[in-house]
């Protein structure tokens, strides 16, 4: 008698863990629990074979900013460099009808 195939045992499924992770809904971040594998992933390796995980990196900018010799970017001033402003309305929902512009194009400097 010929033997019959036997059947293979079928893999058992990966274990399920639940995390909890923000999500936005209707512009409100909640967390949420979902359910995951519990299944690792590919390994980092060993730590001394990273360049930069697990090393001590030094601040290249930090003696600049600790001493206050660092340029930000409101100390940059570049030739012919134009200013702005934005003024609000102090009335919430008061639509603009018109706007006059000369009295700022007369200022000195203006160039508006």
Not at 20 to 45: C, H, L, S, T, Y
Not at 52 to 70: E, F, I, M, Q, S
Request: glycine share 8%.
């Amino acid at each position: 008698m010929p033997q019959q195939p036997q059947a293979q045992p079928s893999p058992t499924p990966p274990k399920k863990k639940k995390i909890r992770v923000p999500r936005v809904v209707n512009g409100v971040e909640q967390m949420v629990e979902i359910e995951v594998d519990d299944v690792a992933g590919p390994g980092w390796g060993p730590n001394d074979k990273h360049a930069l995980l697990n090393h001590r990196l030094t601040r290249v900018d930090g003696p600049l900013k600790v001493t206050g010799a660092a340029n930000y970017t409101y100390d940059v001033r570049l030739p012919k460099m134009l200013y702005g402003r934005i003024l609000r309305c102090p009335h919430g929902h008061a639509r603009l009808k018109k706007f006059d512009s000369a009295a700022a194009s007369a200022m000195p400097g203006s160039a508006a």
